[in-house]
């Protein structure tokens, strides 16, 4: 039930944009977001519920697609210190409510150069 | 400062020793969790607690023990170390469980059992 991440690691130069996904074989309740440096823990980004809402701040949002148990992250304009681990965690339904359990991905490495 | 705080940081130990990880955190917070983390693997959930006397196993709570006596202590044991759990290892808190409210992680720690 771990939530497939794509890419696996991506490239940009400071100023493009990204787009990781994050896709569930199950419904999903909920979908987390976090950003991990290299030797630091991970960092909450944002929450999004089931009911397609979008979500975000500043030039990093994401959406959430329930239909397709599928949640994506928007980076636009990328900046150095977006460089990083993405992590999205995923929260399943049982019973019309979350199980309470969050299952995080396997992570997309993004990496920004100059 | 709100945090959670996970000792030691890095521990190294030989195998069947018993060994303790502390995790503290200062916000109040009903859920706990522990997770460890493995190149290619992600996060993988161990335990989480839901409130004071209240654990539940996670993906992976093999070889794993936990308890919830006091609100901010979560403290994972391991009662006979294999080399198999060496790994990096995050504490987690929320404000409750469920889908409302980000994680705030500790800083990890490092274990290799040799």
């Known amino acids: 039930q771990q939530p497939v991440q794509s890419p696996q690691a991506v490239i940009l130069r400071e100023g493009e944009d990204a787009v990781i996904n994050c896709s569930s074989s199950?419904?999903?309740?909920?979908v987390h977001w976090y950003r991990q440096k290299h030797g630091e823990a991970p960092v909450f980004l944002m929450i999004?519920?089931?009911?397609?809402e979008q979500k975000g701040h500043e030039k990093i949002s994401a959406s959430f697609n329930e239909k397709k148990q599928q949640s994506s992250l928007y980076l636009t304009a990328s900046q150095l210190s977006y460089s990083g681990t993405y992590f999205c965690?995923?929260?399943?339904?049982?019973?019309?409510?979350?199980?309470?359990?969050?299952?995080f991905g396997t992570g997309t490495r993004l990496t920004i150069i100059p | 400062e709100a945090q959670v705080t996970q000792n030691p940081r890095y521990l190294i130990t030989v195998t069947g020793k018993k060994l303790t990880v502390t995790c503290s955190q200062n916000?109040?917070?009903?859920?706990m969790s522990w997770y460890r983390q493995d190149p290619g693997l992600g996060l993988r959930q161990i335990y989480y607690?839901?409130?004071?006397?209240?654990?539940d196993k996670g993906d992976v709570p093999e070889g794993y023990k936990v308890s919830r006596k006091e609100k901010r202590n979560f403290p994972l044991i391991l009662e006979s170390p294999s080399p198999n759990q060496t790994s990096l290892y995050f504490c987690?808190?929320?404000?409750?469980?469920?889908?409302?409210?980000?994680?705030?992680f500790g800083s990890g720690t490092r274990l290799t059992v040799v």
């Open positions: 987690a808190s929320s404000l409750v469980g469920g889908p409302y409210y980000g994680y705030t």
């Open positions: 199950k419904a999903l309740y909920s």
């Open positions: 999004l519920l089931k009911g397609g």
């Open positions: 965690g995923t929260e399943l339904i049982i019973s019309n409510f979350g199980n309470e359990k969050l299952t």
């Open positions: 916000m109040n917070h009903e859920y």
């Open positions: 607690s839901m409130n004071v006397e209240v654990t």
